[in-house]
């Protein structure tokens, strides 16, 4: 690794320069997540530099996994968003496929284990993390189109998210699920 290091760094060659630092991110996976993440992201923003969208997507799955690690679930989203993103740009079906399949492992574990602490009532049931995103994001006005676009998911999803919480809440319309998810003399949910 070091001498493939110092031979990229010898010869000028940014795009090996960056692979070093993906193989050091991958291999950084195992004991230093945070090293993890920052080698990831440093390589996928020198692959983007460098106009190579398919290393910078391979940087970026690496990168959100760290992230997932570090349970820090809303930057590893983003980053499989822009997996996604370019995957699509390039017509790479299995690299969409595996930013799609990323996306919903880190998403059900986000939901699982980043409930509110301080949240609801006793008697209120509990939201999971995406479910609550879309109580937030229907407060705020939005279409189930609208939320569907920000969450990258598909219409038919919100829909689903939001029959489900209706269920769980007990309520028939989102004015109603609006009022009932209100945190009592504060303008959160």
Same mark, same amino acid.
């Not at 996976?29 to 910078?56: N, R, S, Y």
């Not at 409930?115 to 008697?123: C, H, K, M």
């Not at 919480?165 to 504060?186: E, N, Q, Y």
């Given at each position: 690794?070091?001498? &493939?290091?110092?031979?990229? !760094?010898?010869?000028?060659?940014? !795009?090996?320069?960056?692979?070093?630092?993906? &193989?050091? /991110?991958?291999?950084?996976?195992?004991?230093?997540?945070?090293?993890? =993440? /920052?080698?990831?992201? @440093?390589?996928?923003? /020198?692959?983007?530099?460098?106009?190579?969208?398919?290393?910078?997507?391979?940087?970026?799955?690496?990168?959100? *996994?760290? %992230?997932?690690?570090?349970?820090?679930?809303?930057?590893?989203? /983003?980053?499989?968003?822009?997996?996604?993103?370019?995957?699509?740009?390039?017509?790479?079906?299995? %690299?969409?496929?595996? +930013?799609?399949? =990323?996306? +919903?492992?880190?998403? @059900?574990?986000? @939901?699982?284990?980043?409930?509110?602490?301080?949240?609801?009532?006793?008697?209120?049931?509990? %939201?999971?993390?995406?479910?609550?995103?879309?109580?937030? %994001?229907?407060?705020?006005?939005?279409?189930?189109?609208?939320?569907?676009?920000?969450?990258?998911?598909?219409? *038919?999803?919100?829909?689903?998210?939001?029959?489900?919480?209706?269920? *769980?809440? @007990?309520? +028939?319309?989102?004015?109603?699920?609006? =009022? +009932?998810?209100?945190?009592? !003399?504060?303008?959160?949910?």
């Amino acid at each position: 690794m070091q001498q &493939a290091e110092r031979h990229a !760094g010898a010869c000028d060659l940014p !795009g090996q320069q960056a692979h070093v630092a993906l &193989a050091r /991110a991958r291999i950084a996976m195992a004991t230093d997540l945070p090293a993890a =993440a /920052a080698g990831a992201a @440093g390589a996928a923003e /020198a692959f983007a530099q460098l106009g190579w969208p398919l290393e910078e997507a391979a940087a970026r799955l690496v990168h959100a *996994k760290a %992230l997932d690690g570090l349970h820090d679930w809303q930057a590893a989203e /983003a980053s499989l968003a822009q997996v996604r993103r370019i995957a699509e740009t390039c017509g790479a079906r299995i %690299l969409h496929r595996a +930013s799609i399949s =990323a996306q +919903s492992r880190l998403l @059900g574990r986000a @939901g699982r284990v980043g409930r509110r602490t301080s949240g609801p009532p006793a008697d209120m049931p509990t %939201l999971t993390r995406r479910e609550r995103e879309i109580v937030q %994001l229907i407060a705020t006005g939005m279409s189930n189109g609208e939320a569907a676009e920000r969450l990258y998911v598909t219409v *038919k999803t919100v829909e689903a998210h939001l029959t489900r919480i209706f269920r *769980k809440v @007990g309520v +028939s319309s989102r004015s109603a699920l609006i =009022a +009932s998810m209100m945190d009592p !003399g504060t303008d959160e949910y």
